[in-house]
């Protein structure tokens, strides 16, 4: 094969792939090999001040997704702006991914983090730097910057960690409310099993290019079956999870999140608990930096709110941000029900504290907001409900939000609560639920919606609890079919303003496939309204802080050329085999497809998540997902197919994954050869999910 690496692979620093050929003014770009202690070396690329007057301060970005392609075009737009700012702006990609040595063994293991403090303490050392080190990043990226601040290595002054979590086991793709997440569990696993299947870059590492693909594609392994067999929260969840003890946390913590993401609850832990310096922001955004023009809007000017973070806490100016306050968020105005909005309306608000003393605790009893109707009423919803839930993570596509909830309404319990003048709420609503059951496990789901006069219903929250965990989430303690029990079951975290006329919602539901998955016996289970209730966080301050943001700046993306997809399908399509009473979700993730990039790599990405169930049957649950992507050059070619499926009897879930790997080490001449085939089959008990 032609090796077009400016250097051999072995040097210390190199040409950098995959970035713009024009860096703004002033600003130079490297890629270096980071050594580990066991010498496994860490594929980096670092953007640097031209001409700097002396050592700068360094931001950190670290995480798998592969910086010399698939994540170049979001890098391109932050890194050099960082740079252009006088901060060495870095992005790190974990062992065993993109072009780094060594072998990926889980999310956030107890090597990823070794190797991240390994990382920031090279930084602070190198003569370039000041010793100060910052960190950032969003999903990923996010929860590793505040995982390493609760280690508090020296160097580490100061984190933003937007759409991330504190809680690994409850607040993350894997358990909701202690019940599997059956739309991410299963397909996030799908995912992570195709990403840690692609190869190196053979530019980056150099001829023996399949050779190491071979040795990372054996090494290999899903992860979905892992945390299938950890359905309490236990010591492997526990590490990893700020949550553990706040007080850990050393560096200053901006906690940034979104009214479309699942992880914002994490924010607002975030600032009622750490105690270094800390502040939150949560905006209507979906799983995407609020600065991306992605929906919903609107955006803001994240990166120079960002400098303003990094100024303070790496170079000691006083931009104000302790001035600031604790948490800036934004209300949404009710609108139509909608898969996707541009941009919503609202207002920002700032809290001084959270909780804050302007958020007001209003209870009330469900017997109240039936009509005067008495009496238990009886939950027992088809294996359906749920079709209408909605995308666990939004990317702001155009199929990602809930639909009009009438259907879901309509196969769920409905409590409801007319609103005769105008009110905000701003945080969590808590739902308590006086329940018995006929069997010892039972999963209700409870939704927050806003009815407006003509009929429609607009999801503004919901909540998830597993029964078997209402006394905590690290145990399983089952029903006694027939014996009174309270189920306490919190709300995501919301800000919504409810127009006059509007009738307040809640809807409970005894399944909600696919987010959750359900329970091999269905269980029928009935709530005593006069012995349960909701708590509303009604937000009660009539006059604002003037909370403004800056218009959003970034460097000029990496100019990529979109492709179209192999097979053109709609993003999302929900179908009922009337016959059988089955029903189909059928979804592409969107993550971003194909593209050419500048150096002339093609990358092409298919992908499709399919989930079914019949109505009347828990146990005919199967969520599959299907990924084939594909790296070409003209010297050099790499593809891959990975299939995963997952279902369930009352036993246990069965996943079974496959991949298999081809790989072309030369010219258009050279023919394709098999690098792998390989399929896992396992089974996992299940004890309380």
Not at 113 to 127: K, M
Not at 202 to 221: A, C, I, T, Y
Not at 558 to 569: D, G, S, V, W
Request: glycine share 8%; charged share 25%.
């Amino acid at each position: 094969m032609s090796d077009d690496r400016s250097v051999d692979a072995d040097a210390s620093t190199f040409t950098a792939i995959g970035v713009p050929d024009s860096l703004p003014d002033g600003v130079t770009v490297r890629d270096e090999w980071i050594p580990m202690p066991d010498g496994v070396r860490l594929h980096t690329r670092i953007w640097s001040p031209a001409s700097p007057d002396g050592p700068v301060p360094v931001l950190l970005e670290y995480l798998p997704y592969r910086l010399d392609d698939w994540t170049a075009p979001r890098d391109s737009e932050r890194h050099p702006w960082y740079a252009q700012h006088g901060y060495a702006s870095v992005r790190v990609d974990i062992r065993g991914s993109g072009s780094s040595d060594g072998f990926f063994d889980d999310e956030y293991s107890e090597q990823e983090l070794r190797d991240g403090e390994a990382v920031i303490a090279w930084l602070a050392e190198q003569e370039w730097s000041t010793g100060a080190v910052g960190m950032f990043g969003i999903s990923w990226g996010g929860f590793n910057a505040l995982q390493l601040a609760a280690r508090a290595p020296a160097a580490l002054k100061a984190i933003v960690t937007v759409c991330s979590t504190d809680d690994r086991y409850d607040n993350d793709v894997h358990y909701v409310g202690g019940a599997v997440l059956g739309i991410d569990m299963a397909a996030w696993g799908a995912t992570m099993f195709a990403f840690n299947s692609r190869p190196p870059r053979p530019e980056v590492v150099g001829s023996g290019w399949v050779d190491r693909w071979r040795e990372r594609l054996e090494s290999n392994r899903p992860m979905t079956p892992v945390w299938l067999a950890h359905q309490e929260r236990d010591d492997y969840w526990r590490h990893g999870s700020a949550a553990e003890d706040y007080g850990t946390i050393g560096a200053a913590v901006l906690a940034v999140g979104g009214w479309a993401d699942p992880y914002r609850d994490a924010v607002l832990r975030l600032v009622s608990n750490v105690q270094s310096p800390v502040k939150g922001i949560v905006g209507p955004w979906s799983h995407q930096y609020p600065d991306r023009g992605l929906a919903p809007g609107p955006s803001i000017g994240f990166l120079q709110e960002t400098l303003r973070w990094w100024d303070r806490w790496l170079r000691g100016i006083d931009t104000g941000v302790e001035e600031d306050p604790a948490l800036r968020a934004w209300i949404n105005e009710g609108e139509a029900p909608a898969t996707y909005y541009a941009s919503r309306r609202g207002r920002w608000v700032g809290a001084e504290a959270w909780p804050s003393a302007a958020t007001h605790r209003r209870a009330l009893p469900l017997a109240t907001l039936r009509g005067g109707e008495d009496g238990p009423v009886v939950v027992r919803s088809p294996q359906h409900t749920g079709a209408d839930a909605g995308r666990f993570f939004p990317f702001g596509n155009a199929t990602d939000l809930p639909p009009d909830q009438r259907a879901e309404d309509g196969r769920s319990v409905c409590f409801d609560l007319p609103v005769g003048r105008a009110f905000d709420l701003l945080g969590n609503a808590l739902v308590t639920l006086r329940v018995t059951s006929d069997q010892p496990r039972a999963t209700l789901t409870v939704r927050l919606c806003d009815v407006a006069p003509d009929g429609s219903s607009t999801l503004v929250t919901r909540g998830v609890l597993n029964a078997a965990k209402r006394d905590g989430m690290d145990r399983a303690d089952p029903l006694v079919p027939g014996e009174p029990a309270s189920l306490p079951v919190q709300l995501v975290a919301t800000g919504h303003r409810f127009a006059a006329g509007h009738r307040l919602r809640i809807a409970v539901s005894s399944s909600y496939w696919p987010w959750v998955w359900p329970h091999g016996t269905e269980a029928t289970v009935t709530i005593d309204p006069t012995a349960s209730e909701v708590c509303l966080p009604v937000w009660t301050r009539e006059t604002d802080d003037d909370v403004r943001f800056d218009e959003p700046e970034r460097s000029t993306p990496l100019a990529i050329e979109r492709l179209a997809p192999t097979e053109q399908l709609p993003q999302r399509t929900v179908t009922h085999d009337v016959e059988t009473g089955e029903w189909t979700l059928d979804v592409d993730p969107g993550y971003g497809g194909g593209r050419v990039y500048p150096d002339g790599l093609v990358f092409s990405e298919d992908a499709r998540e399919t989930y079914r169930i019949r109505s009347d049957d828990p146990n005919s649950a199967v969520a599959s997902s299907r990924w084939a992507i594909g790296l070409e050059k003209p010297e050099w070619s790499a593809r891959l197919e990975t299939s995963s499926e997952v279902t369930a009897d009352a036993e246990a879930f069965h996943v079974v994954n496959t991949v298999r790997a081809w790989a072309r080490d030369g010219g258009a001449d050279v023919p394709e050869v098999l690098v792998t085939e390989q399929t896992f089959v396992d089974d996992v008990p299940r004890t309380s999910a």
